[in-house]
């Protein structure tokens, strides 16, 4: 498919259709012809504030608000990430205790429970969902679109908070001597 045959894009990421531009593109045309330079003068305006209007719809607000609740959403995704790093890395001393004394089956990646295998599993779903994340939004996505994304990001986020909640309950119960 051609380029040329796209829609142009809006700052807002909806499509902005051509042929509304096209239509008063003949009407103020038109116009010049009939009031000469009053028609061209009207023309200019009329051209002008179209596409001033097609270009700054009003679902500008509402894009930016489902990007930032979309970004919120990743924040929480990151968060649990931060404190599963905070677990595996940290040097405090509640952390080396819970990593080396409460729940070492956290630890291991090669742990065979099932909460925490799954965990590890949404956990390197949810670095990679994260990592692409920012390079989505900097594309123009419509209203749909962000409303799509936001529901799949609250729902990794979620997802990745539940799964956390339960490895480290397994973890707990596991001990010590998990082996």
């Known amino acids: 498919m051609d380029d040329d045959a796209l829609p142009e894009r809006s700052g807002t990421g ?3 259709p051509v042929w509304p531009l096209a239509g008063i593109g003949l009407v103020c045309v038109l116009l010049a012809f009939w009031l000469k330079l009053e028609g061209v003068i009207l023309g200019v305006l009329i051209m002008s504030m179209a596409y001033f209007v097609l270009r700054h719809r009003p679902d500008g607000a509402e894009a930016e608000s489902l990007a930032t609740s979309i970004r919120l959403s990743a924040e929480d ?3 649990v990430l931060d404190e599963f790093e905070r677990f595996r890395h940290g040097a405090d001393s509640d952390s080396v205790a819970d990593r080396s004394q409460k729940r070492p089956a956290l630890a291991d990646p090669d742990c065979g429970d099932p909460d925490i295998e799954t965990f590890y599993f949404e956990c390197g779903t949810a670095r990679r969902f994260v990592s692409r994340l ?11 679109e962000l409303e799509t994304l936001l529901g799949v990001t609250d729902r990794r986020a ?22």
């Open 14 to 16: 909806s499509p902005v």
């Open 77 to 79: 995704i990151t968060d």
């Open 134 to 144: 920012d390079d989505r939004l900097s594309t123009d996505l419509s209203i749909p």
């Open 158 to 179: 979620l997802d990745l908070r539940d799964a956390w909640a339960r490895a480290r309950r397994a973890a707990l119960r596991l001990g010590t001597d998990y082996v």
